[in-house]
């Protein structure tokens, strides 16, 4: 079953933007990741951040983490056209990954 | 980072045959690895877990006859997809945590897809 509900479901900014991307989940978790997928390609990690974790940066990359509210962000500052993909958060627990639906984001040069 | 391969990218096959996916990690060794389908414009769902030395661990609703798994050794894990008809056609993608933490990092093979006519 799905874990990780992301919002919005597509995103649309011009280059240079800020993209922020959201992942709501339901059950405890060890870990969440985010991952990005170019079309019909396999999948890129781009962050882990721990449950114990509340904030992690990774270059242009912001990812934070409340578990009160069992909830993320991921955050990419300066948006480039290279950054047009699909992004999925993945919660990690019981030795699985559950991902979301996935959110399209879409970089207009 | 880790490099994991996936073998073949495409394939397209007559309903009725069986075709076998490769996935291998390649400069390091994987004691699990997971396989997942995703169709178009969805997420990944996790179908099995491959066991090194043991049997594949399926999700629910995944029949294990119909899609065999072998973990053949610490670099290798195939997906069989037996019989296949035109709803098996999908996306698969394999993935091995490098680490011993299972839900540490993950690094995923590039796809393969899988067309039943």
């Known amino acids: 079953s799905q874990q990780g509900e992301e919002d919005p479901q597509a995103l649309s900014i011009q280059e240079g933007e800020n993209a922020t991307m959201n992942c709501s989940y339901k059950t405890s978790i060890n870990n969440l990741q985010w991952y990005r997928q170019n079309s019909g390609r396999g999948l890129v990690h781009l962050i882990l951040i721990r449950s114990n974790e509340r904030e992690k940066h990774s270059g242009r990359l912001r990812v934070t983490l409340d578990t009160s509210k069992k909830s993320s962000s991921l955050l990419i500052t300066a948006s480039r056209a290279a950054d047009t993909a699909s992004y999925f958060c993945?919660?990690?627990?019981?030795?699985?990954?559950?991902f979301g639906k996935g959110i399209t984001l879409s970089v207009r040069p | 980072g880790a490099v994991v391969s996936q073998h073949p990218s495409r394939v397209i096959c007559k309903s009725g045959t069986s075709v076998k996916i490769e996935c291998r990690s390649l400069d390091f060794q994987a004691t699990t690895m997971f396989w997942y389908r995703q169709f178009p414009k969805q997420s990944l769902m996790l179908m099995a877990t491959s066991n090194e030395g043991s049997k594949a661990t399926y999700e629910q609703g995944v029949e294990k006859d119909k899609f065999l798994i072998n973990h053949a050794s610490l670099t290798l894990s195939t997906l069989t997809v037996t019989s296949a008809h035109p709803e098996d056609s999908s996306f698969y993608i394999c993935?091995?945590?490098?680490?011993?933490?299972?839900?540490?990092?993950?690094?995923f093979g590039p796809g393969t897809r899988l067309t039943v006519l």
């Open positions: 993945a919660t990690g627990a019981n030795s699985k990954l559950t």
């Open positions: 993935s091995a945590p490098q680490g011993h933490g299972s839900t540490d990092t993950q690094y």
